[in-house]
């Protein structure tokens, strides 16, 4: 493990994997789920400072989705993401994006949601309410084999930043939106230095 790598864990970055929210239906595992779980060893995610601020800054002027291949290095059971490339964009809108793919060595996808307020058609009052997997979010995180995915809230008065390891949408692969799940988010202070 490298010395920078244990820098960012010591500094509180690296999230922990707790349980699914508890009131969401979950569907029956099958066998290409479980295959899919065995599969996966990464299970924290850890974004470098540098690239907290230069993804919460660029969702923070956005109002389109875009989508980010976040790079970086495993050691064990955790990934350390510093860079990230963004690939060519198909069509992109306020509420929906089309990427090609990410390349190898992605170890999580990042997109944003550009807060525009309340939507009670789904349920959202807050901007913490909009870090979350819509369905087609959903369908695309279990498509790849890329270990994470991650969203960013724009447009907000502080920076909002949420993450789920792929295995977590494959489980919960069923439901209309999976909100994010308790401790294992990213929230960064109202001022960024």
């Known amino acids: 493990m490298s010395p920078g790598f244990r820098?960012?864990?010591?500094?509180?970055?690296?999230?922990?994997?707790?349980?699914?929210?508890?009131g969401?239906?979950?569907?029956?595992?099958t066998a290409a789920d479980s295959a899919i779980l065995a599969s996966q060893p990464l299970k924290r995610l850890a974004l470098a400072p540098s690239l907290l601020r230069r993804v919460s800054l660029l969702a923070a002027g956005l109002?389109?989705?875009?989508?980010?291949?976040?790079?970086?290095?495993a050691a064990g059971d955790s990934a350390l993401v510093e860079d990230f490339v963004m690939p060519d964009?198909?069509?992109?809108?306020?509420?929906?994006?089309?990427?090609?793919?990410?390349?190898?060595g992605t170890l999580a996808v990042w997109h944003n949601h550009p807060w525009t307020g309340p939507d009670s058609t789904f349920g959202v009052k807050t901007?913490?309410?909009?870090?979350?997997?819509?369905?087609?979010?959903?369908r695309t995180v279990v498509a790849d084999s890329i270990p994470f995915a991650a969203v960013s809230v724009g447009r907000t008065a502080r920076p909002i930043i949420c993450w789920w390891r792929r295995v977590q949408a494959v489980v919960n692969r069923h439901v209309k939106?999976?909100?994010?799940?308790?401790?294992q988010w990213l929230e960064?202070?109202?001022?960024?230095?």
């Open 89 to 104: 964009v198909v069509s992109s809108t306020a509420d929906q994006v089309q990427p090609l793919p990410c390349g190898r």
């Open 63 to 73: 109002d389109r989705e875009v989508v980010l291949c976040l790079q970086g290095t």
């Open 177 to 183: 939106f999976l909100p994010r799940f308790p401790r």
């Open 24 to 29: 969401h239906a979950q569907a029956p595992l």
């Open 127 to 138: 901007p913490e309410d909009l870090c979350s997997l819509s369905q087609p979010d959903l």
């Open 7 to 22: 820098r960012v864990a010591a500094a509180g970055l690296l999230a922990a994997v707790t349980c699914p929210v508890a």
């Open 188 to 193: 960064l202070p109202a001022s960024l230095p």
